[in-house]
């Protein structure tokens, strides 16, 4: 029986997870916090508030406020007052935070290499077209 599509994805979104949780660990993160810190260190100056967050990681506002809340907590970002609109307030990364970006953007690259490691540049090419038309749905 060949396995469905979307089984295959989980499973893979599942090792990746599990993957970066591992490394994550020792830094005393889980896998979603370095992905916040490498999404902030992407948008180099460009102003970010929690519902950009909310947005890139598909997840819902409670969820997204107790990401950052514990981000805070560990020192990672801070929220600091807008410029812009008194009532809300960008995440910006704490030196702490910035000094894990070479550490996670190593890392990941390295994840997304192995991701392709098997398949011709072709392939890979074609493997990555899938994926962004997959997450456009």
Same mark, same amino acid.
């Given at each position: 029986?060949? /396995? #469905? ?5 989980? @499973? $893979?979104?599942? =090792? ?9 660990? /020792?830094?005393? !993160? *889980?896998?979603?916090?370095? +992905? &916040?810190i490498d ?20 997840? =819902?506002? +409670?969820? $997204? +406020?107790?990401?950052?809340? #514990? !981000? &805070? ?6 929220? &600091?007052v807008a $410029?812009?609109?008194?009532?809300? #307030? ?11 970006? /070479?550490?996670? *953007?190593?890392?990941?690259? =390295?994840? @997304?290499?192995? !991701?392709? $490691? =098997? ?19």
């Amino acid at each position: 029986m060949e /396995p #469905r599509l979307g089984g295959l994805l989980r @499973d $893979a979104t599942n =090792q990746m997870n599990l993957e970066l949780n591992a490394f994550a660990r /020792p830094y005393g !993160m *889980t896998g979603m916090q370095m +992905s &916040v810190i490498d999404y902030l260190s992407r948008r180099g100056t460009a102003v970010t508030f929690q519902v950009d967050v909310e947005h890139e990681f598909h997840i =819902q506002r +409670s969820t $997204a +406020s107790l990401l950052i809340k #514990r !981000m &805070v907590e560990r020192e990672l970002l801070t929220r &600091v007052v807008a $410029a812009s609109d008194s009532r809300k #307030r960008e995440l910006q990364l704490t030196t702490k935070g910035r000094e894990l970006i /070479p550490i996670i *953007t190593t890392h990941l690259r =390295q994840q @997304d290499a192995k !991701m392709v $490691a =098997q398949l011709s540049p072709e392939a890979a090419a074609g493997f990555r077209r899938a994926l962004q038309q997959i997450s456009q749905w």
